[in-house]
Structure formats: C-alpha cells, structure tokens
C-alpha cells in the first residue's frame, strides 16, 4: 500500500484519465447519513479546485503517482500524527467507500 502522500502530489485515480492534486488528508464527512473519513480530497490538475466538483479517495483508489508533493520535517510530523489518529479512530469512525458505480456525480467517491 502506498504511504501516506503529502498535499500537491498528483495522482491517477484507478480508472481514471485525468490527474488528480491532493489538497487535503483526512477530510470527514458525510456518507449515506453516516460520518466517514476518506484518505485524501483532490481537484482536477491543472484547473484546480472548483467546490462545484471535489474528489474524495483513499489510498487503494490511486493507480498511479504522478508527482510527490513537497516533504519536509513538518510533513513527516504531519503523518505520523494522522496515522495515529487513524488507527486510534478506526472503530469509531469509518473510512468512506469510494462509489465506482457512481463515477459520473460531481464528487467521486459518493
């Protein structure tokens, strides 16, 4: 399995013919009425965010890593402290299922 990528790192999602920017990890949010969280949150490259269309994946989800976003001391700070969130909150909160069937919405992964 991939490790965890830092924001600005562009990727293939499986199934995909455009690239992806990570610009966020972790994001929670609300999937068939309950709380989830999803690895990351993307916006098409190179056009960039638009709130109208945002991608929600996990790990498992990319294909292909394009580019690795800039790591740093805080960077390696950042992910273990986000691991150990996740491994402390998997039976609370549950990872969100990307929705394959439903490709064509406006947020993948729901």
């Not at 924001?7 to 989830?36: C, F, H, T, W």
């Amino acid at each position: 399995m991939l490790p965890t990528l830092p924001i600005g790192s562009i990727v293939y999602l499986a199934d995909g013919n455009q690239k992806i920017m990570i610009l966020n990890r972790g994001p929670l949010v609300e999937q068939n009425d309950e709380k989830v969280f999803f690895d990351y949150t993307g916006a098409l490259y190179p056009a960039g965010l638009d709130p109208e269309q945002v991608f929600y994946f996990n790990k498992e989800d990319i294909d292909e890593v394009v580019f690795e976003g800039f790591k740093d001391e805080d960077e390696q700070r950042f992910v273990t402290l986000y691991e150990n969130w996740v491994t402390k909150n998997t039976g609370d909160i549950k990872r969100g299922i990307v929705d394959n069937n439903n490709l064509n919405d406006d947020s993948y992964g729901f």
